[in-house]
Nanobody, 124 residues
Framework: QVRLVESGGGSVQFGGSLRLSCAASGFTYGAYCMAWFRQAPGKERESVAEIQTDGSTTYADSVKGRFTISRDNSKNTLYLQMDSLKPEDTAVYYC??????????????????WGQGTQVTVSS
């Protein structure tokens, strides 16, 4: 079955860096778009970054220039490099897989499977 397992979360200070990973299994990884979302307490889940099957990427305005999404199709793994972290980046971060092969990832409605999430806490 489809499985997405995030890792790499933790606590860092303002300006620090973290690298999240999402290990995927149970499907043909390279055929699906992938994405990172986050959800802070009391807020809705929001898109952070998306990477399509052709490698093209999109980012939320709030993270542009600070976060980098990438994928390694040989390792079935999705990454999110997060630099210059701010307290407002504090949230549970989830990876998601697109609903259908080759379809685009664009917002929560385009996601068919979610990981369990990993907590990121940034202190000032």
């Amino acid at each position: 079955q489809v499985r997405l397992v995030e890792s790499g979360g933790g606590s860092v200070q303002f300006g620090g860096s973290l690298r999240l990973s999402c290990a995927a299994s149970g499907f043909t990884y390279g055929a699906y778009c992938m994405a990172w979302f986050r959800q802070a307490p009391g807020k809705e889940r929001e898109s952070v970054a998306e990477i399509q099957t052709d490698g093209s990427t999109t980012y939320a305005d709030s993270v542009k220039g600070r976060f980098t999404i990438s994928r390694d199709n040989s390792k079935n793994t999705l990454y999110l490099q997060m630099d210059s972290l701010k307290p407002e980046d504090t949230a549970v971060y989830y990876c998601g897989r697109g609903q259908w092969p080759v379809a685009l990832c664009s917002g929560p409605a385009s996601i068919g499977y979610w990981g369990q999430g990993t907590q990121v806490t940034v202190s000032s």
